[in-house]
C-alpha cells in the first residue's frame, strides 16, 4: 500500500558543506544510504562493506536515540515473517553459493517479501522533502525501522547530523582514532563516483583549498583543545563552501 509522508529535516550547515565540497547532491546522499540498508546483512547475512555499515549506522541510531517498540499481532503477517526470516538464514548458511549469489538471492527473497507484505501493512514507500524532491523508501530500510521501533525521519536525521568534515578532521589529526559510520558511508559512495563537469570546471579552486588545508593541518597539529581544533576547521571549510557557491553564481 503506497504512503507518503512530509519530511521535515533539519540540514546542518556541516552537511551542506560536505556534501558541496565533495560534489554530492544531498537527496543523493540520503537515498544511497537508504537504498543500502539491508535486512538480510541485519539478519546476519553476508553483504557488501557498504551494505552492512549503512545497516549498522540504524543500530547505532537505535543505541543512541532509542526506539519504541510496537508488537505485531496479526497472525498472518507473524507468519509471513517468520516463514521469511527461515528462508534467509537457511540462504546464509548454504555451503553451495558463494557470497554474490548469496546477495542477488537475498534481493529476490526480499522483493517476494515486499510483495506479500505491502497490500497489508502500511509502509512508507516515499517521502517528499521541502523542496518538492522524493526519497523512496526500500522495503529494507522500512522493515528495519518496524522490528527496532525506530521512525524514519529519526534515523534520517541521525545519519545527517553525524556527516561533519570540521570533526572528522579534527579528531583523526594526531593520529586515527576513528571516523563515524556515516562520514566512512559517504566516502564509500564517493569511490565509485564519476566528477562530473561541475566539480571539473572547480577543480582550480579545490586544489587551492587542498594545498590550504595541508598547511593548517600542520599549524593544528600543536593545538592540543579538540574545541579549538574543530571551530578553525569549521570556519576553513565554510571558507571553501562559499568560494564554490560564489563560482556557480
Not at 557488501?48 to 526506539?67: F, P, Q, V, Y
Not at 578532521?169 to 569511490?191: D, T, W, Y
Amino acid at each position: 500500500m503506497d504512503s507518503k509522508k512530509q519530511l521535515r529535516l533539519s540540514y546542518p550547515e556541516d552537511f551542506r558543506v560536505a556534501c558541496r565540497i565533495n560534489n554530492l547532491n544531498q537527496q543523493e546522499v540520503l537515498q544511497y544510504f537508504i537504498n543500502k540498508v539491508s535486512f538480510y546483512a541485519f539478519n546476519g547475512g553476508e553483504m557488501d562493506a557498504s551494505s552492512l555499515l549503512a545497516t549498522n549506522i540504524m543500530l547505532e541510531c537505535m543505541d543512541e536515540t532509542g526506539r519504541d517498540i510496537v508488537p505485531v499481532k496479526e497472525k498472518k503477517i507473524q507468519k509471513i515473517f517468520l516463514k521469511n526470516i527461515g528462508l534467509l538464514i537457511k540462504l546464509s548458511a548454504n555451503p553451495h553459493l558463494n557470497l554474490v549469489e548469496k546477495m542477488q538471492e537475498s534481493i529476490y527473497l526480499m522483493e517476494e517479501w515486499a510483495m506479500e507484505m505491502l497490500p497489508m501493512v502500511n509502509y512508507e514507500t516515499s517521502i517528499e522533502t521541502d523542496n518538492e524532491e522524493a526519497l523512496m523508501l526500500s522495503f529494507d530500510f522500512n522493515l528495519l525501522c518496524k522490528v527496532n521501533g525506530l521512525d524514519s525521519i529519526r534515523v534520517l536525521q541521525y545519519f545527517i547530523d553525524k556527516i561533519s568534515l570540521p570533526i572528522d578532521r579534527a579528531i583523526n589529526l594526531q593520529g586515527f582514532v576513528k571516523s563515524e559510520s556515516c562520514m566512512v558511508l559517504m566516502q564509500m559512495m564517493l569511490i565509485g563516483k564519476a566528477y562530473d563537469d561541475v566539480y571539473n570546471h572547480n577543480t582550480d579552486i579545490s586544489r587551492h583549498f587542498s594545498s590550504r588545508l595541508e598547511e593548517l593541518d600542520k599549524r593544528l597539529m600543536r593545538e592540543r583543545e579538540l574545541v579549538t581544533r574543530i571551530r578553525v576547521y569549521r570556519a576553513f571549510y565554510a571558507e571553501w563552501y562559499n568560494t564554490l557557491q560564489k563560482n556557480i553564481e
